[in-house]
């Protein structure tokens, strides 16, 4: 063989080796991270039921210390919280010190002070679990059973981008009247046998207040994020106009996407894939009111997208509002994490997770069963969603590998 003849053949056999070793790497790499996914998804369904019990073990620190420590820019608790029941025990039983009207915003809620100085913030029961909310899908009173679900949902998506949620009974005549403020002891009033108050908010309306069954009133308490993460507040590139007539651009402009991958923080880091990941997570609780979002301040797009906010959610358990899965079906990309984890929670285990995640809480049973039915069918149309990306573009352009180091120190 000539030597030019020789000098082709090892350069062929070399392209070759260099090919079946990157995709060799390649396979193995996206092996591990399918395993490490694998055991995440199991360690989460061995640790979802959380047992509200007020012991934290080998620690002096409160639980409001714990839980504040938990909050990084990538996640608000971690995904190993052996504290976790402690501290939504604290949430649900803690002695409130003071109460006072919600900040500023639509929709009827309480700011509470609990024992140790941990603001919460309180929700009222409006409609009973099997009340149908008609109309818009963003229509009706915030559901408080509503931030409870979304919570664990959260948890089970492996997400962890939505702040600690607890159903509570407060005891309005003795727990909330004592230590109200003069603003909100002002819209207390009695109806029949009834304490109800109204608040001060957007939609606040004395002729529309909140009654609690004689003084008891059921609710969901939100704990705060530490003020030492601020947050700053984003107009959401999905956003509806609420204006009867009147369509947002991603409404009717198909190639809207392109355009918002061009924007900043969208051009770069997580946060494009964030707002799918949140895309994903309000269609299957039927959210289509999230026309803003909170990041942390001064993050350049690096911190996540926090899931607060979810009270606009499980009215109807018969509507499917596809249009929430906009940025998924124009953008075509998912996290191969959240591709992962969705697959993993067909054929029911999505409802019976969530079941299971929310049996210990205060207030369970926290949803009807046609809500939770209805999980696990639109878990099926956003697995289409995707599969029809996948069939377009292929799987390499559709499914995106996002993982970052997080540190809990």
């Excluded at 004395?206 to 705060?224: F, K, R």
């Excluded at 690096?302 to 079906?329: C, H, Q, T, V, W």
Aim: charged share 25%; hydrophobic share 40%; proline share 5%.
């Amino acid at each position: 063989m000539k030597l030019k003849q020789r000098v082709v053949l090892l350069a062929i056999l070399l392209v070759i080796f260099i090919f079946t070793k990157v995709f060799l790497l390649d396979n193995l790499e996206t092996s591990a991270a399918s395993r490490e996914d694998q055991r995440a998804f199991q360690r989460m369904l061995a640790g979802l039921r959380v047992a509200l019990e007020p012991r934290l073990e080998h620690t002096l620190q409160s639980p409001w210390e714990i839980a504040a420590q938990w909050v990084v820019p990538r996640e608000v608790y971690p995904e190993d919280t052996p504290e976790l029941g402690a501290v939504m025990h604290a949430m649900s039983t803690k002695k409130i010190v003071k109460a006072d009207v919600g900040y500023k915003g639509t929709q009827l809620k309480a700011l509470l002070i609990l024992e140790g100085g941990q603001k919460v913030v309180f929700k009222p029961k409006r409609y009973a679990r099997d009340y149908i909310v008609e109309g818009e899908p963003y229509a009706g009173y915030d559901r408080h059973n509503a931030e409870v679900a979304a919570f664990h949902l959260d948890r089970i998506l492996g997400f962890r981008r939505a702040p600690l949620v607890v159903g509570r009974f407060v005891n309005l005549r003795t727990e909330i009247k004592p230590v109200a403020t003069e603003q909100l002891l002002g819209t207390f009033m009695t109806v029949g046998n009834n304490t109800c108050f109204y608040g001060k908010c957007y939609y606040c309306r004395e002729t529309e207040p909140a009654c609690a069954d004689g003084d008891v009133m059921e609710g969901s308490v939100t704990l705060w994020l530490p003020d030492v993460w601020p947050l700053q507040k984003h107009r959401h590139p999905w956003g509806r106009t609420y204006r009867e007539g009147k369509l947002a651009r991603w409404e009717y402009d198909e190639s809207y996407c392109d355009a918002v991958k061009k924007t900043s923080p969208y051009d770069s880091g997580p946060r494009l894939l964030d707002i799918i990941d949140t895309a994903i997570f309000d269609y299957l609780i039927g959210n289509a009111d999230r026309h803003h979002y909170e990041s942390f301040q001064d993050d350049e797009g690096a911190s996540m997208l926090i899931l607060l906010d979810n009270a606009k959610s499980f009215g109807n358990p018969a509507l499917d509002e596809r249009s929430i899965l906009a940025p998924l079906y124009q953008c075509c990309i998912i996290r191969v994490s959240t591709w992962n984890r969705l697959n993993y929670l067909k054929n029911g285990v999505l409802k019976s997770a969530l079941k299971t995640a929310m049996s210990h809480d205060p207030i369970s049973p926290v949803l009807s069963d046609p809500h939770l039915d209805a999980l696990d069918q639109r878990l099926l149309s956003i697995l289409a969603t995707v599969k029809q990306c996948t069939d377009q573009f292929g799987p390499d352009a559709v499914l995106v590998e996002d993982r970052m180091t997080l540190s809990h120190l």
